[in-house]
């Protein structure tokens, strides 16, 4: 297995998160893996796509935004023009909000993505607690549990060390815990949520492709079945007033065409289908 | 005391003890020290990322609640 950590350095911020990174390449090292260290300095988008097939875990720890992996001030490394090059791999980040669209995205393309949904936030009285939850979930992960326990482990260790901090007089760093703990998501554990009725029916019926189908797509399928519905009962109403049921029961050649209409609409669905499941 | 001006309080009261702390935001750093000064001016950035979250952690968790008021030294 390969991992590739990158940590950009380029501000007051970074340092810390960089820092943390250090934990993990360690981990990640001790178990085997060939690591690759991108890190201590403004990391070029450039670098870090190249040589990207062959990596199995991407590690980013610096900024973040909502669809993008900052490597410098103002050079994103991963956004919506290269993400679909961590298809199918796992993405494990503490950046800000990554988790709003980028992590939707990967997470569309069978990556197993780990982020947040709001800014990342910490307090520099409380840096190790910060650091712990912070690398908790890829800690979970190499000890053999699945991204979903992780997740929940994470999500219990970030509510008993929200606790452990305000029982030791450090409150703000303990609501700032709370709210990194809220905002934790992992998009292989849970689906990306989403406040859109159908939207959640199509999750609901059709699992990760729901995220797939268009509006226009449902509005197309929408007219093509009223519009099938409305043709095919004029039909049988101009056959029944010629000949009543005997008329409509009888072979008509135009039953073959809707039998066609409706034989291209599911091969057009299932093929749809398919793609998406690809 | 409601529980705005009790989280407002609790957040002055820290921020006064620890002035050379820091917290992180994103991409914003303030110290305790400027964190006070802008929670006394009454902050919108402020009153986003930490009055709000501290009012709804003074509601869900009872033992939180306590704590802070034994550190401002007040009863409900």
Known sequence: MKAR?????????????????RDVLGWLKDKGYITEDFSNDAIPRARVENGIDSVDLFVFYDHGSEDALWGSQDEAVIDLDNYNLLAGKTVYTMACLSARSLGVKLWQLKTVFWGYYEPFSFTTDALSEFKHFANSGIWYRLQSATWKDAFEAS?????????????TGKFIASV???QDTDALRCYDAT???TSCTFRALALKLFGRSGWFITKTRTLATLLFGIGFGISLHDFCDALFKAGGYKEILSPQGGYFGFILMLIAFLLEFIDFLQVIRR | MKDKELAIAAIKEEAKQKPDEKVVVGKIVLSYGELLKKAEDGDKFVEDFLIKPY????KESKD??????????VKE
């Not at chain 1, 950590?5 to 911020?13: G, S």
């Not at chain 1, 260790?157 to 901090?165: D, E, T, V």
């Open chain 1, 191 to 193: 689906a990306p949520s």
């Open chain 1, 155 to 167: 999500k219990e260790l970030g509510y008993a060390l929200s606790s452990k901090l305000s029982q």
């Open chain 2, 64 to 73: 939180f609640r306590n704590k802070v008021m034994v550190m401002l030294g």
């Open chain 1, 176 to 178: 700032l815990m709370r």
């Open chain 2, 55 to 58: 009012m709804k952690l003074l």
């Open chain 1, 5 to 21: 950590v990158v940590a950009p350095v380029f501000d007051d911020i970074t340092p810390y998160s960089y820092d943390w990174s």
